[in-house]
Structure formats: C-alpha cells, structure tokens
C-alpha cells in the first residue's frame, strides 16, 4: 500500500497511485513515470490534459513540463498541424488488411534525412527498435556478442549484460538491476564499455576477436564527445567486422532532422529513431544502409502494429515541421538562453550550482562533494520547482513550445529555490526542509 503524506499537494494524484499499485505491479509503465523518481508526495503523478509547454494535472494545478514528456515531446503537446493530420487519417481508418503508401513515403523522407539511411524498418518503441538493430546485426554478421554504452531498453538482449557481472548496467542504466526472467544462457552476450574512451572498446573488441555483432551506443546525451571519439569508435567497429549502431532514441530530432549523426559527422551502419520522431505518438525506426538492412528481408521480424498509420503519419508530419520551423537552431538558442540565464541567478542568489551540459539538453550542477548532502539538494530542488509549478529533474528536456513565458516563470521559480537551498545549506537544514522522502537514483545516463 502506497503511503499518502498527510501534507500532500496532490491528492488526487497519491490516491489514484495507491489504486494503481493495487493493479500494476511497479505502479507505473516506465520507471521514469515512477512518483519517488521526484517529490513524492509534492510532484504531479497523473496528467489530465497538455498544451503546448505545460500540462494540468488531475488536482487541477498547471505545470511547465521540462520533461517533454520523458523526451517523446518535440514540437509541443497537442501540436495543431500534427495532430490535424493524424484527425484526418483516423477518419480514413488506421490499419488495414493491407499496407499504407505512407511507409514508403516516411521512409523517403528518413532517407533523404539521415545520412546512414538507406533502407528502413519500422516499431513502435524505442527498446523494441533496438532489439529489432541488435537482431539485424546478429543476422548480418552470424556472430551473437554486443557491445553497448548507454541505456537501450528493457529486452533480453540487453538486460543480459546483468547476468555475468551483477554491476554491468549501473553506469548505463541504474544500480541494482537484477536480470530477473532473462534466460541464464544470454550470459556472456552483451557488454557494456565505457563513454569516452576508444582504447577500452578496442581491449573488449581484442578479447573478443570475430565474435562481436555490434557496437550500439547513444551519440551524447548531455556534453558533446570528445573530439575523434564517434569516429574513433566507428572505425574500430568496423575493423573488427561489428556492425556499428547509434541509438538517437533519445538525440534524434532535437539535433536536426538528420539526427545527432549529421549534426556530429560520424555515419553509422545503423541508427533507432523513436520518441521525438513522432511528437508523442507511439512511433520508431531503424534506418542503415542497404548493405546492412536488406538481410533483414531473409529475418523474422514482424509485427500487425508497425504498419499502423497513426504513427506514420505523426512522423512523417513531426519530421516536416521539425525542419520547416526550424527546431533544432530553435532549441538549442532557446537552451542557450536558459543557461544563461540560470547561471545568472544562481551568481546573484549567491549559491554554488552551474547549469551546464550542451545548449538543447543543460542539467544542473550543484556543488555539493557529499552524495547524500547532493541527493538531498537535487529532491529539495525538485519539490520547490514543483511547488511552483515546474516539473522536472534538476535537468532540461526542451521542445519547440517552450518559449518567454516559461523561461521567465522558471527563472523566477529558480530564484527561489536556490535561495531556499542556499539557506538551508547554511544552517545545515537542508533535510529538514525536504517535505517528500529523497529522491530516488535518477537514469545515470552517460553524464549526469
Ligand atoms: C537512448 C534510448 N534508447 C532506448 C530507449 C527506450 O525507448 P522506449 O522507452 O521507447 O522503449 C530510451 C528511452 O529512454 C533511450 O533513451
């Protein structure tokens, strides 16, 4: 039974997540939408409405969603032309008996985009896009190992990694994930290595002469790559005869239609493309060359639902008013600028936090040596910004519909949490201000 705090902002929320875990084992679908990921008690747990940049929750109270809905929000919510055109094909049927022209013209348009794209298969999530890349691999090159960096979904292939090192996810994903269901004979198949440094990919690559399928792993998430790094990579995963992946599951759209590999100019075999491709519609692709996908034909991967047009037709639309409104240069002037201004407070407010990372994905940096101290200061940051109706980690997701108003909301709502922290470091405080219990682990993604 989850506990309700008597002091909680949102009610509505606590009771309907105490039905929830009666009915859903985790409580939520994603660990991210998980409640003790952020102010437990204090932070909106159900949504009942978005708009643009903010969404209403089902107590009634109005949130700026720095979330982006976990990162599947590109152009807004509810975005006008988007969802204009998903109106019209919901009236003319969403699936059918037979295949829609729009997989064809949606894979047009991915392959004039993307520069690895070639070919293109179609799923409706990020993780199952990435088993089906990591299948295709496998296929191509007979060979069963994977090595990875970064975090690549929920199926065997990956939570394999777990079972002949217990600590294998914990820079990837989070600590402590028991690779529990996953098949004990996967032991050995897939490998994490770390981010950032070539030379300890070409060891693993060594160990494991001719046995390796794939290199799978994020561009970036929130600092740019050292310069040579991807290419570095590439070019070591193709000596060594693996097919080499990137996953933009998360990059994607916000570096530009041809995704963070045009923007940083490494060419993969192959890449996954899901949540901002679609603007929230449930949506993925894996794009390579003709060379890698097409043994993909020969292979069993089939699904009724990749064919359904909602999707398609999301993406299609997402992908067109991605580059006619330019979101990308957008983005990133529009991160520059709550950078800036974030860091400016923090020096007037007189607390030691630096909001840095790249400009379309900038996270706080508080500086506190002790982890406890830091977790403690990273939840009290969050339930004040919830307070003020900012949901969010201490980092940024950004889309195209957050614009003045929000920055200058946020900026205002930043204010005064700092100076709470401030304060509460001062007197040495900080937990008791906290009115949720910590915060739990975040994603430690690939900086953070
Ligand atoms: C890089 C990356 N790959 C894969 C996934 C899994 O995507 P999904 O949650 O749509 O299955 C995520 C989700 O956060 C991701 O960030």
Redesign the pocket.
């Known amino acids: 039974m989850a506990v309700i705090p008597p002091t909680t902002r949102v009610p509505r929320s606590m009771k309907l997540y105490q039905r929830a875990v009666q009915r859903i084992p985790g409580g939520t679908q994603?660990v991210s939408r998980r409640p003790q990921r952020v102010a437990y008690g204090i932070s909106p747990i159900y949504a009942e409405r978005a708009s643009g940049a903010r969404f209403w929750d089902v107590d009634g109270l109005e949130y700026i969603d720095w979330m982006s809905g976990?990162?599947s929000i590109l152009l807004g919510y509810a975005d006008p032309v988007v969802d204009e055109t998903v109106r019209q094909q919901i009236s003319r049927g969403t699936i059918y008996a037979v295949n829609h022209e729009l997989e064809i013209e949606l894979a047009d348009e991915l392959c004039q985009s993307i520069p690895c794209a070639e070919m293109v298969r179609y799923a409706k999530?990020?993780?199952?896009a990435?088993a089906i890349a990591v299948r295709i691999a496998r296929g191509v090159t007979g060979r069963d190992k994977v090595l990875f960096c970064?975090?690549?979904?929920w199926h065997d292939w990956y939570v394999a990694a777990n079972l002949a090192e217990e600590a294998s996810l914990d820079a990837h994903l989070f600590p402590a994930i028991e690779p529990i269901g996953v098949p004990r004979a996967l032991a050995g198949t897939a490998w994490p290595f770390a981010y950032g440094d070539v030379a300890a990919l070409g060891e693993l690559l060594d160990q494991r002469r001719g046995e390796v399928a794939a290199v799978i792993m994020?561009p970036l998430r929130s600092e740019m790559p050292p310069v040579g790094y991807l290419a570095g990579i590439a070019k070591l995963a193709r000596e060594h005869g693996a097919v080499f992946i990137l996953?933009e599951?998360?990059a994607g759209l916000r570096f530009g239609t041809g995704g963070a590999q045009q923007y940083l100019g490494v060419t993969p075999d192959m890449a996954v493309f899901?949540?901002s491709l679609s603007n929230g519609y449930p949506m993925a692709a894996v794009v390579g060359t003709r060379e890698v996908m097409e043994p993909a034909a020969r292979m069993f991967i089939s699904s009724t639902y990749w064919s359904d047009t909602i999707g398609l037709q999301a993406a299609l639309t997402t992908m067109r008013e991605a580059r006619r409104r330019d979101v990308a240069s957008n983005l990133w002037r529009f991160g520059a600028e709550l950078k800036h201004r974030l860091n400016k407070i923090a020096g007037e407010v007189g607390l030691n936090v630096h909001c840095a990372g790249i400009d379309v994905h900038p996270h706080l940096h508080f500086a506190v040596t002790d982890a406890n101290l830091k977790n403690l200061v990273t939840t009290l940051y969050i339930q004040e910004m919830a307070k003020r109706g900012c949901h969010g980690y201490a980092s940024f997701y950004l889309n195209a519909a957050q614009g003045a108003a929000e920055l200058e909301r946020t900026v205002d709502a930043a204010r005064e949490a700092f100076t709470i922290i401030r304060d509460a470091l001062a007197t040495n405080s900080v937990e008791q201000k906290l009115e949720c219990p910590i915060q739990h682990d975040a994603f430690r993604r690939l900086v953070r």
């Open positions: 994603l976990i990162g999530c990020g993780g199952e990435c970064g975090y690549h979904g994020e996953d599951v998360s899901a949540k």
